[in-house]
């Protein structure tokens, strides 16, 4: 290969140069600790990527260069031709001012990268094989940084095996790059789709197919490495027992998979193959490396699988009794956390269907609590988080009727939400919001919980609809309540039924159970659904009294529903052929939203963090979605007219002070905003103060496809059109937000 085509496809190596996950990171001692135990016990080709990444984290250190140095300075004395090595070392001598050790470093990498010798093809090839090991360390979550680093990742190494695959004396090298590769088609299978549980549509099921089989091929690879070569018995066995893991996806996922002949054969005479193939390749990979922790945390896991709770206990009781360090075996902590939760879950679900007549002891959650709580000090991720406040919450309730037994235990669940929610990404994850809802509605904070359900709702798939349940049981709890606003209330029930009924394919059951539980007020709904030209929606609710116990409520909806279908002579309601559009002048509702925010984030210069210009025709959504988000979850201060304009002053000086005094102005486009005299004056004065202060302080928000302004076409939107719940970016507007304020 010619130098330039070389030097093409080496970028500038070296880990400091890479966009890593550390980079905003300030404590780095877990990874680096973690890391310097694996490089202790794991030796191999690998050894020379560990020890540049270690370098990395030693660097980020306080006061850690010189170790940093140190770390490279003894690799090089190994292996003097390390790209990744020679360039960190660049960079640390160009850090400690040592400008001559920082040239020769330079001209040796010049000179390696374009040397033309064969030798250099294998040189490079490591360069890109120890970077993707450092791009997947220790890969936890599934935030769009992950995946863009495991995309990378599987490129930079199959990039290394094009680039050796002709050269026999790097056999088992290459081979143990595959196990790698392997892990990155594992990896890049789960961040695509799974957030706790839920598929996300990134990719077909053909692409997740195809990805998992190439994982699969190469681990088959790798268990035929050559078993006389001094590191092949732990790759083999962490071969066999990923290859488990993998057969039972597939067998779980796809329905025309089969397991490789190949797979079968070997392990035929495993005994705990009779329970199936992937028990087998667990077996075999004991066989081969009874020490090793990580088989018997996946050997554990199968079993969990397939509900076999004991023996999942005692594979993850044997991985920690080998590996006990929490930071290095976290997961199997969370693991053995997860069967004792499960298997008591189980028992509960036996007292539900009358199979045994006694309650489950509380033991099983108490040692699920001391694992998980041992798992989060060794790793701190949304989900193992989010698990200890489950466990926190059985601990805290009496598992049949629901009732608190133990506060201490729910404050400890809805602490362990809380924190969870505030992790990279957790915000995302709508299972922590459902959770946080549930401990809070036991809690009787049915306000609290009612949102905590809508950030559920906005964030999960729309084949589920329980969280939207949670949101409407809570409001009309609310409701109920004698010191709250009733006329607010119906309308934010209103508000949420419609929005759901955009999203879900079928609410009909949710409204059923609203129905029988909540009579009288769900009458009221009705009524406000078709004072707002929605009687199509009223019309599904209403049908659903049809079978209500109180003959008043029947009665009521059967009366509802004839005027709908104009059968009384009341057809002054009803006009056109589908929609029935209302006629009448429909009721003003001014809705006083409960906030709790008093001071701003940006309160050093401004008296509100956003002010929202909106048509009063979208008004549901700014009060009900937008307001509920920012300042009841994100503690933002809003301004809207309704609210917070000072009565007696003119319009026009209640719109200049809430502009010019709020950081931001929120933009609400919609075909009503864009034919409102009122939004375009204040368009127009968001813009004029934005340009005073030399900085972008408008934000339009796309909440209807219509046609931008013309002074506004230059400005990047946040488009939430396409979906009414699911495409809420409230952490993207979190973000802008929460930048630095403008220097006036």
């Known amino acids: ?267 035929s005479l495993i005994e705990e193959s009779q329970i199936g193939p992937q028990f087998g390749c667990f077996g075999k990979a004991l066989e081969i490396n009874p020490d090793d922790s990580e088989i018997y945390r996946r050997f554990g896991t199968g079993y969990m699988q397939i509900s076999m709770y004991n023996k999942a206990r005692d594979m993850f009781d044997k991985s920690i009794d080998i590996m006990p360090d929490s930071i290095s075996n976290w997961f199997a902590y969370y693991e053995r956390s997860l069967v004792n939760m499960l298997e008591y879950d189980q028992l509960v679900n036996q007292v539900r269907k009358e199979e045994v007549l006694q309650l489950p002891s509380k033991d099983l959650l108490q040692r699920a609590k001391q694992d998980a709580v041992v798992s989060c000090k060794g790793a701190m991720t949304p989900f193992n988080v989010y698990h200890l406040g489950k466990v926190s919450h059985r601990l805290a309730i009496h598992p049949i009727t629901g009732e608190v037994k133990d506060k201490d235990e729910l404050d400890d669940a809805l602490d362990s939400f809380a924190q969870a929610l505030q992790l990279e990404d957790g915000f995302a994850y709508s299972k922590i919001h459902s959770a946080r809802g549930w401990s809070l509605e036991v809690a009787g904070e049915h306000e609290k919980a009612a949102e905590s359900y809508k950030r559920a709702v906005e964030n999960e798939e729309a084949t589920f609809n329980w969280n939207l349940t949670g949101v409407l049981r809570n409001l009309l709890k609310l409701h109920r309540l004698e010191d709250h606003s009733s006329e607010h209330y119906i309308a934010e029930l209103a508000f949420w039924i419609n929005e759901g009924s955009k999203k879900y394919p079928e609410i009909t059951k949710i409204l059923q159970g609203c129905v029988f539980k909540f009579g009288s007020q769900m009458i009221q709904v009705c009524q406000h659904l078709l004072d707002h030209d929605k009687p199509m929606l009223a019309k599904l609710c209403l049908q ?102 000072v009565p007696g002053k003119s319009v026009f000086d209640n719109i200049m002070y809430s502009i010019e005094n709020s950081y931001k102005t929120l933009l609400i486009l919609t075909p009503n905003f864009v034919t409102s005299e009122w939004c375009k004056y204040e368009t127009e004065q968001a813009l004029v103060e934005s340009l005073k202060s030399k900085t972008g302080r408008v934000i339009p928000i796309m909440l209807q496809e219509c046609d931008v302004p013309a002074s506004l076409r230059t400005i990047t939107y946040l488009d939430v059109s396409h979906d009414a719940i699911g495409s809420y970016d409230w952490l993207k507007l979190k973000k802008a937000l929460e930048e630095t304020p403008p220097t006036k």
């Open 1 to 267: 290969m010619a130098a330039g085509g070389l030097l093409a496809r080496v970028p500038t190596p070296g880990f400091f140069h890479l966009d890593l996950f550390i980079k905003d990171t300030k404590d780095v001692t877990p990874w680096y600790d973690e890391l310097k135990r694996r490089l202790e016990r794991e030796k191999g080709p690998m050894e020379s990527a560990m020890t540049n990444l270690l370098s990395v984290f030693a660097f980020h250190k306080v006061h850690g260069k010189g170790e940093a140095r140190k770390l490279l300075e003894k690799l090089t004395e190994k292996d003097e031709n390390n790209l990744n090595a020679i360039a960190n070392k660049q960079f640390i001598y160009s850090q400690l001012m040592r400008a001559k050790d920082e040239m020769a470093c330079r001209d040796r990498l010049q000179e390696l990268l374009s040397d033309e010798a064969r030798a250099s093809r294998a040189r490079n090839a490591r360069c890109f094989a120890e970077q993707a090991y450092a791009l997947t360390f220790d890969v936890r979550d599934d935030s769009k940084d992950m995946v863009s680093k495991v995309r990378h990742a599987i490129s930079l190494l199959e990039t290394a095996l094009s680039l050796v695959c002709d050269t026999e004396t790097l056999t088992n090298e290459c081979l143990v790059w595959k196990y790698y590769l392997s892990i990155c088609y594992w990896r890049f299978d789960q961040v695509m789709h799974t957030r706790h549980g839920q598929v996300k549509p990134q990719l077909t099921e053909d692409d997740r197919k195809e990805g998992l089989l190439k994982a699969q091929s190469l681990l088959i690879e790798v268990t035929q490495m050559n078993p006389s070569w001094k590191h092949s018995e732990s790759y083999i066995a962490k071969a066999w027992a990923l290859l488990g893991a993998l057969v039972h996806k597939c067998t779980d996922k796809f329905e025309s998979y089969e397991t490789p002949d190949y797979v079968k054969e070997e392990v």
């Open 544 to 645: 659903c009294f049809r079978t209500h116990k109180h003959l008043r409520h029947r009665t009521m909806a059967a009366s509802m529903e004839r005027k709908i279908l104009g059968v009384d002579g009341d057809t002054s309601r009803v006009s056109g052929a589908d929609g029935m559009t209302s006629t009448q002048s429909k009721p003003e509702i001014r809705v006083n939203i409960p906030v709790s925010v008093k001071k701003p984030r940006h309160g050093h210069e401004f008296q509100y963090d956003f002010f929202v210009s909106h048509s009063s025709k979208d008004a549901d959504w700014v009060d009900f979605a937008l307001l509920p988000a920012m300042e009841v979850d994100l503690r933002f201060k809003g301004c809207v007219a309704d609210r917070d304009f």
